[in-house]
């Protein structure tokens, strides 16, 4: 049981560049979300999807996009990154939402774009 | 919108000692749920402790166990005999009850704990 995986761990962008943060998930969960952790700050909501086809805006969207085609799958896509957007990326999923569901966590992405 | 507060960016205190971190948050919703996470060095969260806003007792795992004082909007972290292996970023985070959509968990910005040897 893999939980949650992301990858890749560790990317340098040039800016201008895109690129596309992979997040999977192999409990079956409903409920997936994607956040950005900027140094000395909490984690911030980007995007998040209660089930396939179904994706809604968080507390920060601009400057992203993603997708759920699968119940497994949530890829977060970056369009012409900005040093703004330097910052640590989790991805985490839970069955449900509520006080007795889980959420679990992938171990982040770190990206610098220079 | 929810706002999350953690006034203490940084606390030390010796090994064994008990210590508590603070967290605030504004909220109008009176269904919602409070958590307090911890990210050691890995960047890995990890759950530590969760509370019902509905439930007056105050919950408790292990050596960890919260203050949740709703009037006040407090819900402060207690930890006892506190171990070397404490040393992390300590997350206090806002989940709201109500609603259809997911909406995610509201953080707070952070207190890191050292645990002095």
């Known amino acids: 049981n893999a939980g949650v995986t992301q990858t890749p761990k560790f990317r340098i962008l040039k800016i201008g560049q895109s690129m596309t943060l992979q997040c999977a998930q192999d409990?079956?969960?409903?409920?997936m979300y994607w956040y950005r952790q900027d140094p000395g700050m909490g984690l911030k909501l980007i995007y998040y999807s209660v089930g396939a086809g179904i994706t809604d805006k968080g507390e920060v969207p601009n400057g992203y996009n993603v997708s759920r085609s699968t119940t497994e799958d949530f890829p977060l896509r970056l369009e012409l990154a900005a040093p703004s957007q330097t910052s640590v990326y989790f991805c985490a999923s839970s069955y449900a939402k509520g006080f007795n569901e889980k959420l679990f966590f992938g171990s982040g992405t770190q990206l610098s774009v220079l | 919108a929810q706002t999350v507060t953690q006034s203490q960016p940084e606390m030390s205190v010796q090994e064994a000692e008990t210590v508590t971190l603070s967290c605030t948050y504004d909220?109008?919703?009176?269904?919602?749920?409070l958590f307090w996470y911890k990210q050691p060095p890995s960047r890995q969260m990890i759950l530590v402790i969760r509370?019902?806003?509905?439930?007056?007792q105050n919950a408790t795992e292990n050596r960890f166990s919260v203050n949740f004082q709703k009037a006040a909007k407090s819900f402060s972290l207690k930890i006892s005999d506190s171990q070397l292996g404490d040393t992390a970023m300590y997350f206090c985070?806002?989940?709201?009850?109500?609603?259809?959509?997911?909406?995610?968990?509201?953080f707070g910005k952070g207190t890191h704990l050292i645990i002095q040897p």
């Open positions: 509370q019902e806003a509905y439930k007056q």
């Open positions: 909220t109008s919703e009176n269904n919602y749920y």
């Open positions: 409990m079956n969960h409903n409920y």
């Open positions: 985070a806002f989940m709201t009850g109500t609603g259809g959509g997911a909406d995610g968990l509201t």
